[in-house]
């Protein structure tokens, strides 16, 4: 199997036919003589970062601060979700790099600091900032319609990676109460009446919909693939 380099645009062909025709990466990978892995990490990285993932010079996608390390480490550790997934909620090129860390962890070892360099990934490190509670309702609604994709939805709307981890967090712990910004007074200003509230859960309830529609979708498309 060849192991040079291949364009973006030609990586983009081969990943077309495992979407839109439904051949796997084994086929794709004996059509054209190419590894079976190398393919799949294509796929991996175009779902955690579009074709930006698919570029040449991508290296700096693999780089991760330790505390995002452990961060991520604790919740695969926590259970209910794979590393698959996890991988694609936060960004993640390859799987296999969590159980990387998680191996590492598990034995004791340190968590190295590697500051990110790509603009993708400097949105980890963006500073946070102000933010009105319909602000945070509609950052909330991207990022659960999105997979819980923190890194798009921070780029998306110039807010600091840790501000929609957190705000993600509060909703699912306590509901729209949780986006509220009560420091420094015992009253928010931006308080909602009740119909309001009712139209805000509405909009997350739907975006929850949505993001299980897709994952139902992508199951069935999964299924028939394998049935092949």
């Known amino acids: 199997m060849s192991r040079r380099k291949y364009s973006k645009e030609f990586k983009l062909k081969v990943l077309a036919e495992h979407e839109e025709k439904g051949l796997s990466f084994w086929k794709l990978g004996k059509n054209y003589g190419i590894e079976e892995s190398i393919i799949r990490g294509w796929w991996h990285a175009f779902d955690a970062y579009g074709e930006k993932g698919l570029e040449k010079h991508n290296s700096d996608l693999c780089n991760f601060s330790a505390e995002f390390k452990e961060m991520v480490v604790k919740?695969?550790?926590?259970?209910?979700?794979?590393?698959?997934?996890?991988?694609?909620?936060?960004?993640?090129?390859a799987p296999s790099t969590i159980g990387c860390w998680v191996k590492a962890?598990?034995?004791?070892?340190?968590l190295t600091e590697s500051r990110p360099k790509g603009e993708y990934l400097m949105i980890k490190e963006n500073k946070s900032r102000k933010t009105t509670l319909e602000e945070r309702l509609a950052i909330v609604e991207h990022c659960t319609a999105n997979n819980n994709n923190y890194a798009l939805t921070a780029k998306e709307y110039h807010c600091s990676y840790e501000?929609?981890?957190?705000?993600?967090?509060?909703?699912?712990?306590?509901?729209?109460?949780?986006?509220?910004?009560?420091?420094?007074?015992?009253?928010?200003?931006?308080?909602?009446?009740e119909l309001e509230k009712l139209k805000a859960e509405n909009r997350l309830l739907k975006a929850q919909a949505k993001q299980q529609q897709m994952e139902i979708d992508f199951l069935k498309k999964l299924d028939a693939v394998e049935r092949r």
């Open 75 to 93: 919740e695969y550790l926590d259970g209910g979700i794979s590393q698959q997934s996890l991988a694609k909620k936060h960004g993640i090129l």
């Open 105 to 110: 962890y598990n034995n004791h070892e340190e």
């Open 163 to 193: 501000q929609v981890y957190s705000w993600v967090k509060k909703y699912e712990k306590k509901g729209i109460e949780g986006l509220y910004d009560r420091r420094g007074r015992s009253k928010p200003i931006e308080e909602l009446t």
